[in-house]
């Protein structure tokens, strides 16, 4: 049986720092980078807002999709993010209340 997962992609600010992330449990990963409860690379430059994301159903896709957006130029993340969150809205408050098997961005 495949493991549901989200990619996801989180921002310091309009164009300012980016992070590629990946998890079974969306909403809760983002509350983890939100409180800062781990130190590093998100932590350091304040990555909190969540811009973008996308529901996987097949885990191995996913790793794969997160494979080549970490190694994809930072031009390419910022155009995934401004063609379906133009206003880089903070998608966070979208998600807490949703099903999320049933969210998608």
Same mark, same amino acid.
């Given at each position: 049986?495949?493991?549901?997962?989200?990619?996801?992609?989180?921002?310091?600010?309009?164009?300012?720092?980016?992070?590629?992330?990946?998890?079974?449990?969306?909403v809760?990963?983002?509350?983890?980078?939100?409180? #800062?409860?781990?130190?590093?690379?998100?932590?350091?430059?304040?990555?909190?807002?969540?811009?973008?994301?996308? #529901?996987?159903?097949?885990?191995?896709?996913?790793?794969?999709?997160?494979t080549?957006?970490?190694?994809?130029?930072?031009?390419?993340?910022?155009?995934?993010?401004?063609?379906?969150?133009?206003?880089?809205?903070?998608? #966070?408050?979208?998600?807490?209340d949703?099903?999320i098997?049933?969210?998608?961005?």
């Amino acid at each position: 049986m495949d493991k549901q997962c989200y990619l996801y992609l989180l921002a310091s600010k309009r164009k300012g720092a980016l992070f590629v992330g990946l998890t079974a449990n969306l909403v809760e990963r983002v509350q983890q980078h939100k409180e #800062y409860r781990y130190d590093g690379f998100t932590s350091q430059y304040n990555i909190n807002r969540l811009v973008y994301f996308e #529901y996987f159903s097949d885990l191995a896709k996913a790793s794969q999709r997160e494979t080549v957006l970490k190694q994809s130029n930072r031009k390419l993340k910022l155009d995934i993010i401004e063609f379906h969150n133009p206003d880089w809205l903070d998608l #966070y408050q979208n998600i807490i209340d949703i099903p999320i098997s049933h969210t998608a961005a």
